[in-house]
């Protein structure tokens, strides 16, 4: 069957191939004295509270399930702008607030609304291959730039202004980053927004790990710079609601209806349990357990990179948010005798029953020495990965 060359210009997802093999592994080991852990999952080891879970139940027995207007449920899109105004203290109305199906959705959304085929999107890299995929669905090109530990892995002013030429749509930035874990600083993305509009271009911040952010100096939204700057969001990664679906887009007035357009036809809607049931996180109790959750997040950072760093497999910027240790694993490669971060990641499988995710499909630039670690498991899990890590380099 013939395939449309735009399918065919979306790269494959190499991780799930590393995945795949640990899943497989974890199966024939589980109830070995060292059954796998998984240090390669992005997505928080809890579930949503109870509080939500109910108002998830309670929408299916009333039976609230029909279509909801493109943009989402207004209450919802309300508590979004209230969140906003109170964690963060930007104001953002709730009328340009646009609800997805997850930050997946609203990144679709946002590429099929501004890039037109041919546009280039500046990424840094390393970056969360996803988004790259994005811009090629709308049959634009994504460009990545290579990034330094010195700018936390994100891009400067400076860089975007060499990088921009006549086909350069705009910059598609994550703050805090995947794989990194590192933010751009405030002052930075507002040079880099600077140097965007004086170019005519669009500000894309994909802000889905915001609320998991540790460090005050960079937990800000990039909404509070100008309100011409798109930024994505999501229920999965703070909310701990990856399988429910749910996320937002907040766009300038202006694009508002082209974006309600888009999501009219394509989605209809976001999930309407999932909406209702997302009403319930931003009950007091629901982000007291948020907050709690956070902080544990944040004990695990704290007692894994300074962990990582002791074995070797060093750490060069600590992150200031999300659940991602980027780790240089050079001296290990070299000690091990494998080629790259790849190789390793399978010998750390098979060898310590670890699976955790090579730099591969998160760029080119310097990836082959980095390995990608997740906190979001256990402090048990961690500990016993550390342990396991010091056996196996002796
Ligand atoms: C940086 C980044 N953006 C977007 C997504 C997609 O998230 P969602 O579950 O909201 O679609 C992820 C998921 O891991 C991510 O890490």
Known sequence: MKISTRA????????????????????EVAHSSRPMIFLNIGEP???????????????????????????????????????????????VPARRIVITAGASAALQLACLALIDAGDEVLMPDPSYPCNRHFVSAAEGQ??????????????????????????????????????????????ELRRIHQVVQSNGGVTLVDEIYLGLSYDDTFGHTGLAIDDQVISINSFSKYFNMTGWRLGWLVVPDALVP????????????????AQHAALACFEPESLALY??????????????????EQLGLSVPVQADGAFYAWADC???????????????????MKESHL??????????????????????SSMAHLQEAVARLKALAG
Request: overall charge positive.
């Open 258 to 273: 082209v974006v309600e357009r888009l999501a009219q036809n394509l989605f209809i809607c976001a999930s309407t349990v």
């Open 355 to 376: 699976a955790v995710t090579p730099g591969r499909d998160f760029g080119t630039a310097q990836t082959a020495d980095f390995l990608r670690f997740s906190t979001a």
């Open 291 to 308: 907050e709690q959750r956070r902080a544990e997040f944040k004990a695990r950072r704290d007692y894994f990179s300074p962990a990582l």
């Open 45 to 91: 080891d809890f579930t949503a509270p109870e509080a939500v879970q109910e108002a998830a139940h309670k929408a299916i027995r009333d039976g609230a399930t029909q279509y909801t207007q493109a943009t989402g449920l207004e209450p919802l899109r309300e508590r979004i702008s209230q969140w906003y105004a109170d964690r963060f203290g930007a104001q």
């Open 142 to 187: 994504a460009v990545l730039l290579p990034t330094t530990a010195k700018d936390r892995f994100q891009l400067s002013a400076e860089q975007v202004q060499a990088a921009w030429n006549p086909r350069t749509r705009g910059v598609l930035l994550a703050s805090p980053s995947n794989p990194t874990g590192t933010s751009i600083h405030p002052d």
């Open 330 to 348: 050079r001296e290990w490669c070299a000690r091990l005798g494998v080629k790259d971060s790849w190789d390793l990641a399978f010998t750390l």
């Open 8 to 27: 065919g210009r979306i790269e494959p997802f190499y991780v799930m191939e590393v995945a795949k093999a640990a899943s497989q592994l974890a199966r």
